[in-house]
C-alpha cells in the first residue's frame, strides 16, 4: 500500500518560534497534498490543498501568512506554522495523492504539535 | 450541502457483534465514499470505499452498503473485535472539487 511519512512526529517550542513539518510520499509520486488540522475528539479540518509546483489554496479562514505550505516536488510537501502560539498546538496531518483522476487519499501519522 | 453527517457519536459492541455506522449526506455530486480508521494518536487509515454505481462493497470483516436514492451510505463491521475499538470517519469526494469532506467521527470500543 501507499505509505505517507512525517516528520518530525510530535514537537514542542516556545511561543513566537516557526515550526516545519515534513510530509513524504515514500513510494508513489502525489501530484497533490492535502494538510489537515486535527482538535482532540474531533474530525479532521482540511486546511489546504496543494499541488506540485504551484501555490497551495487555502481553505477560508486558514491564514496563508500563518501557515505556510510548499510542495518543491512530487514526493514532499512542507508546512511551516510561523511565529506559533499556545493555540496553534494541535494534531497536524498530511495526505497525498497521485495522478490527478486518482481518488484515494492516503494519511500520514500525523505531527502533534504543543507551543508553550 | 458539502456536510456530511455521521451517527451515532459513539458506539459500544460486544466482542463478536456488529457495528453499524451511518452517514448521510446532501450534494449529489459526490461520487466517492471512503471510510477511515483512526487509531488515537496515528492518523487515518483507508479501510473502504465505494462509488455510487454499486450498492454494496464487502473487504473481510468490513462492508460498505450504499443507499443512492436515499443519500445514506453505512460501514458494517462483522464480528467485531477489541482491536477495531477506534474512531471511524466516513468521507465523500466530488469528481471536480476532489477534497474529502468529512463525517464527524464515531467512537467504537468493542468489550470483551
Known amino acids: 500500500g501507499a505509505v505517507v511519512s512525517q516528520h518530525p512526529s510530535r514537537v514542542i517550542c516556545k511561543s513566537g518560534t516557526s515550526v516545519k513539518i515534513e510530509c513524504r510520499s515514500l513510494?508513489?509520486?502525489?501530484?497533490?497534498m492535502f494538510w489537515y488540522r486535527q482538535f482532540p475528539k474531533q474530525s479532521l479540518m482540511l486546511m489546504a490543498t496543494?499541488?506540485?509546483?504551484?501555490?497551495?489554496?487555502?481553505e477560508q479562514g486558514v491564514e496563508k501568512d500563518k501557515f505556510l505550505i510548499n510542495h518543491a516536488s512530487l514526493t514532499l510537501s512542507t508546512l511551516t506554522v510561523t511565529s506559533a502560539h499556545p493555540e496553534d498546538s494541535s494534531f497536524y496531518i498530511c495526505?497525498?495523492?497521485?495522478?490527478?483522476?486518482?481518488?484515494?487519499?492516503?494519511f500520514g501519522p500525523g505531527t502533534r504539535l504543543l507551543v508553550l | 450541502q458539502q456536510q456530511v453527517k455521521q451517527s451515532p457519536q459513539s458506539l459500544i459492541v460486544q466482542k463478536g457483534g456488529i457495528s453499524i455506522i451511518n452517514c448521510a449526506y446532501e450534494?449529489?455530486?459526490?461520487?466517492?465514499f471512503p471510510w477511515y480508521q483512526q487509531f488515537p494518536g496515528k492518523g487515518p487509515a483507508l479501510l473502504i470505499a465505494?462509488?455510487?454505481?454499486?450498492s454494496e462493497k464487502k473487504e473481510g470483516r468490513f462492508t460498505i452498503s450504499f443507499n443512492k436514492s436515499a443519500k445514506q451510505f453505512s460501514l458494517h463491521i462483522m464480528d467485531s473485535q477489541p482491536g477495531d475499538s477506534a474512531t471511524y470517519f466516513c468521507?465523500?469526494?466530488?469528481?471536480?472539487?476532489?477534497?474529502?469532506?468529512f463525517g464527524t467521527g464515531t467512537r467504537l470500543q468493542v468489550t470483551l
Open positions: 495526505s497525498a495523492r497521485g495522478g490527478k483522476r486518482e481518488k484515494t487519499q492516503y
Open positions: 513510494d508513489f509520486q502525489a501530484t497533490t
Open positions: 496543494s499541488n506540485e509546483g504551484s501555490k497551495a489554496t487555502y
Open positions: 450534494n449529489t455530486a459526490f461520487d466517492y
Open positions: 465505494i462509488r455510487p454505481d454499486v
Open positions: 468521507a465523500a469526494d466530488t469528481g471536480t472539487a476532489s477534497k474529502l469532506t
